[in-house]
């Protein structure tokens, strides 16, 4: 009696081609996703980037073809001496003083209120957004109407307690500040909402332990939320720097610059495309470009060190 042996199943040859495949394709799939933005940054951010920062060191001119001369460092000395630039970058800080600020708190202050208020914070939530998502274009024109000298909103109403309204966007001593308070009004919804949502992140248990040891809302605020808040404030001051930093749309559409409250990018905009001096306004920008990244590099060091003191 003889029996029969089975030989064991054959198994395919090791390629490299099956090994290597799906492991290939997995790793190539996000780069493709990310190709088209990879392209456009490239194409947008970063090539215009490096064209303008080619451009600051030539006295490059839009009524003359090429670059032109190269001047080295001359574009930027003469920057330096300009009164034009100092006073614009002095209108920048002026309007960052006057809103960064008042931004940070009051979308704090507005966002607890909020956040404990039980029915009806969606209403809340909508008022404050709202302004956020309307166009540069058509916040100008709402405010240029109410501000209007004689026949404004807000003339209107001052007029009827007997009070006599400045020129608010004329009146040097008044434009900034006008600015700003649209500033206010126009973005506020921004730090509003990311402040909402850093609070509905924190455990409720916090607060029902702390009522149950007697600390009231106060108490609570003051212990729980705006320690633990801290992360979104450095995020939003630092977001909020920088845009202010970069201020232009209002500032041109409400006052084209004028009564003292033109900024540096409308400096840069003025050089660039009114006197044609392309290679001074490329200088301007990149030195611009340097001091929003001294400041916000700085602020970031500030709050890490401060993070490791809070851990340690």
């Known amino acids: 009696m003889t029996t029969a042996t089975v030989a064991p199943p054959r198994t395919p040859p090791f390629t490299s081609d099956t090994a290597t495949t799906p492991r290939t394709r997995g790793n190539a799939a996000p780069w493709l996703f990310l190709a088209p933005f990879g392209v456009l940054y490239l194409l947008f951010v970063l090539g215009p980037t490096a064209y303008g920062f080619v451009l600051s060191f030539f006295d490059t001119s839009l009524v003359r073809p090429g670059l032109g001369d190269a001047v080295g460092f001359g574009n930027f000395t003469d920057l330096l001496a300009s009164a034009d630039f100092w006073s614009s970058l002095g209108n920048t800080v002026r309007f960052t003083l006057f809103t960064t ?7 704090l202050v507005l966002a607890v209120l909020v956040n404990r208020v039980g029915r009806g914070n969606r209403v809340f939530r909508f008022a404050f957004f709202l302004p956020y998502v309307l166009p540069s274009a058509t916040v100008a024109l709402i405010w240029m109407f ?11 109403v001052l007029g009827a307690v007997g009070v006599d309204a400045p020129s608010w966007l004329g009146d040097p001593d008044w434009a900034m500040q006008a600015i700003a308070g649209v500033t206010l009004w126009w973005t ?12 509905q992140d924190i455990p409720r248990e916090l607060y029902e332990a702390a009522a149950i040891d007697g600390a009231g809302p106060w108490q609570q605020t003051a212990r729980i939320t705006f320690p633990l808040l801290h992360r979104t404030t450095a995020l939003v001051t630092a977001l909020q720097l920088i845009a202010s930093l970069k ?11 004028a009564a003292d409250t033109r900024p540096v990018l409308e400096y840069v905009y003025d050089t660039g495309f009114t006197d044609y001096r392309v290679g ?25 060190r401060r993070d490791r003191e809070v851990i340690r």
């Open 280 to 304: 001074a306004a490329s200088a301007a920008s990149m030195l611009y470009f340097l001091l929003i990244l001294l400041v916000s590099g700085l602020w970031l060091l500030a709050t890490r």
């Open 101 to 107: 600020p008042v931004l940070v708190v009051l979308s």
């Open 188 to 199: 506020l919804g921004f730090n509003f909402v990311l402040y909402l949502a850093a609070l």
């Open 247 to 257: 201020v232009f749309d209002q500032i041109y559409l409400m006052t084209m610059g």
């Open 146 to 156: 109410i501000l209007t000298p004689d026949s404004g909103g807000l003339a209107t």
